[in-house]
């Protein structure tokens, strides 16, 4: 497979990232729920990002309130005197509590957006951020408006090379995209969900368009009852309102999982596990698309590495997908 771009940037990227949400361990929000994906071992983590990288994986995705600041220091802890051989992106926006690994809110002022970056470059280890993303999907334009204008300022510093924007929304990926520096937009999609808009907006204006959920947060590993959904501190085992891929206890919805079957013969041809099949989808889908799914283990980084090497769906087997869950 071959390397993205990011936007107009000069910023080359492997075609898949990998996400560091589910390293982050075990936190939650202020009424007790669980944001995390359950235990972690952070040695475990390190040596799943270094078997990455040997795999030709150089884009890392976390933020700062994964884990409350747990993410960005394994990362800082696995990228340590190799800085140079990867891109890093993270996220500001949340407000959070390291010793009770609480997300308390959310701040869009400017100068939390400093406060913010500093903090993450101290846990990441590094004296820049190659992509620096808003987290908060739902704030205002007029919001966006000045964290864009300190973005740009972040970038004339030499604190960041590039800047987005972490949400659903195109209307806001559209308004944050004018701005000089803008890379590119993180969205959601994948083989269930798909994101017309977003893809055309990614097209349209030339962005890179940064795939979260990928997997469906697991339901696309096909990995029933053996991933720990239902686990204490798993934020699947009590699923919010727009995680609808799962039922209370971390199982999958029977509609979700009927439209996973529907696919699996189709994603599983030529080789590949469904996993590696969900992530072909999405580079046939856009040359534009970078997913970036999440892990936990040495095994799971190099079953989603290895899809690189097996590329894109063919425009035939893409067909078919459409056709089946038409």
């Not at 936190?27 to 952070?42: A, E, H, R, S, Y």
């Amino acid at each position: 497979m071959e390397n993205r771009t990011l936007g107009d940037s000069e910023i080359q990227v492997s075609a898949l990232g990998f996400g560091c949400w589910a390293i982050g361990g075990e936190w939650q929000d202020t009424d007790g729920n669980p944001l995390g994906w359950g235990t972690v071992d952070d040695g475990e983590s390190v040596a799943a990002i270094r078997r990455a990288m040997e795999l030709g994986v150089t884009f890392f995705d976390t933020a700062d309130v994964y884990g409350t600041g747990r993410s960005e220091r394994v990362l800082g802890r696995a990228l340590a005197g190799r800085r140079d051989e990867v891109v890093i992106a993270t996220k500001w926006g949340n407000v959070f509590d390291e010793e009770t690994r609480t997300r308390t809110g959310a701040d869009a002022t400017a100068a939390y957006a400093r406060r913010a970056l500093v903090a993450s470059l101290r846990r990441l280890g590094t004296d820049w951020i190659d992509v620096y993303q808003l987290h908060l999907g739902d704030a205002s334009l007029a919001d966006a408006d000045e964290l864009r204008a300190v973005c740009d300022e972040f970038v004339r510093e030499g604190l960041i090379r590039a800047y987005a924007w972490s949400t659903d929304d195109p209307e806001r990926a559209a308004f944050f995209a004018r701005g000089e520096h803008c890379a590119g937009v993180q969205h959601a999609c994948n083989v269930l969900t798909d994101a017309p808009g977003m893809l055309a907006l990614c097209e349209r204006r030339g962005l890179a368009s940064i795939v979260r959920s990928p997997l469906a947060m697991g339901l696309l590993t096909g990995k029933r009852g053996s991933s720990g959904r239902g686990a204490a501190g798993d934020i699947r085992s009590l699923p919010p309102a727009w995680l609808n891929w799962f039922d209370e206890g971390g199982v999958p919805a029977p509609e979700w999982e009927a439209r996973v079957d529907a696919v699996r013969e189709v994603l599983t041809a030529d080789g590949r596990t469904l996993a590696q099949g969900a992530l072909a989808w999405l580079w046939a889908r856009s040359p534009r698309t970078v997913p970036i799914p999440g892990f936990r283990s040495v095994a799971q980084a190099e079953e989603n590495a290895t899809a690189l090497q097996l590329g894109p769906l063919s425009a035939a087997q893409f067909s078919e997908v459409s056709e089946l869950l038409r």
